[in-house]
């Protein structure tokens, strides 16, 4: 089956950078997806890494190495309003829906 | 409409009782997804909808969950006999067939079981 693995929680300061792991288990591999969740909110779509590498998105960057089983979300210059959950995603094995990680809790502290 | 749109957006139950969650997609978004989400967890899948048919329905915990989706747009989780361990957020979110451009999700449906 499916398993993803991250740090429960992350802090730093603003203006900081600050990277948050996944690692991931899955029988058939389909691309890493990261999400964004504020407390109370929805989760909303941040990336998505189907092939190795890095993939930018203004502050946001997220990597992805399908060898290692691994990825990470990069987060720069950050700011108070980044302080969030945030959640690594994979395809269930059938392929139709997303598994999600347990999440990160980043606390960005002025 | 502008994004996935879920009522009630609370709902509060006494044990034993039957409810139901409604989840109205974003327009044009053939699929549809099932969630819930416990305090401190990542959301849970309970079922997918590709058009009017459940493609996948693993998720669901026991016979007592139950989804439909008619017309193939709006959907509504029921659940039958709650228990106080089904208190939660239920969370749907739609996307284009595929969904590799990401989910697109609602504000959730906070079910309390008392």
């Known amino acids: 089956g499916q398993s993803l693995e991250q740090p429960s929680e992350v802090t730093a300061v603003e203006g900081a950078i600050v990277q948050i792991n996944c690692t991931y288990q899955?029988?058939?591999?389909?691309?890493l997806s990261w999400y964004q969740q504020h407390d109370g909110g929805a989760p909303t779509f941040l990336s998505y890494n189907a092939l190795d590498g890095l993939e930018e998105t203004g502050r946001f960057s997220s990597f992805l190495s399908r060898s290692d089983s691994y990825g990470y979300l990069l987060l720069q210059e950050l700011q108070m309003k980044d302080s969030a959950s945030y959640f690594c995603?994979?395809?269930?094995?059938?392929?139709?829906?997303?598994?999600f990680g347990k999440g990160t809790t980043l606390s960005v502290s002025s | 409409g502008a994004g996935v749109s879920q009522t009630p957006s609370n709902k509060v139950t006494e044990k034993g009782k039957y409810v139901e969650l409604r989840c109205d997609p974003i327009?044009?978004?053939?699929?549809l997804y099932w969630y819930r989400q416990s305090l401190g967890q990542g959301p849970e899948f309970l079922i997918y909808?590709?058009?009017?048919?459940?493609?996948?329905d693993s998720g669901l915990p026991n016979d007592r969950f139950f989804a439909v989706r008619p017309e193939g747009s709006v959907s509504t989780l029921k659940i039958q006999r709650t228990e106080r361990g089904d208190s939660a957020v239920y969370l749907c979110?739609?996307?284009?067939?595929?969904?590799?451009?990401?989910?697109?999700f609602g504000s959730g449906t906070r079910l309390t079981v008392v």
């Open positions: 979110a739609s996307s284009l067939a595929g969904g590799e451009g990401g989910y697109t």
């Open positions: 995603a994979v395809p269930n094995q059938a392929g139709t829906a997303l598994i």
């Open positions: 909808f590709q058009g009017t048919g459940a493609a996948d």
């Open positions: 327009s044009g978004h053939t699929a």
């Open positions: 899955t029988s058939g591999f389909y691309g």
